[in-house]
């Protein structure tokens, strides 16, 4: 099965930056798009960026210009760079993994699979 482990969260002061990594294990395939979305206290999980097999990014316009996702140096690792952090940015951190992987060394067929990380709390006092 595909698992998602998510790290790199915390408690930072208003400007400060973090970085936080996801690491997508199990039998890939391929990916098709890994995601981070922030789920701030009383509200509905949002997405805050997304990064595609092409490489092609896009930002929720709150972090654009601040928040940078990237494919890191470990296989299907992602990172997301949080830069000039503002209290409003404070939630639970998930990262989400869209592809398509094999079930077990001897599954003839791919099967898709959309997994989710356990979260990362980020908290950015003001």
């Known amino acids: 099965h595909v698992q998602l482990q998510a790290s790199g969260g915390g408690l930072v002061q208003a400007g400060g930056y973090l970085r936080l990594s996801c690491a997508v294990s199990?039998?890939?395939?391929?990916?098709?798009?890994i995601e981070w979305h922030r789920q701030a206290p009383g509200r509905q999980r949002d997405l805050v960026a997304q990064?595609?097999?092409?490489?092609?990014?896009m930002y929720e316009d709150s972090v654009k210009g601040r928040f940078t996702i990237s494919i890191g140096n470990a296989k299907n690792t992602v990172i997301l760079q949080m830069n000039s952090l503002k209290p409003e940015d404070t939630g639970v951190y998930y990262c989400?993994?869209?592809?398509?992987?094999?079930?077990?060394?001897?599954?003839?067929?791919?099967?898709?699979?959309?997994?989710w990380g356990q979260g990362t709390l980020v908290t950015v006092s003001s």
């Open positions: 989400n993994a869209v592809g398509s992987f094999r079930r077990s060394a001897t599954a003839s067929l791919p099967e898709p699979f959309n997994s």
């Open positions: 990064i595609n097999n092409g490489g092609g990014t």
């Open positions: 199990g039998n890939i395939l391929s990916i098709n798009y």
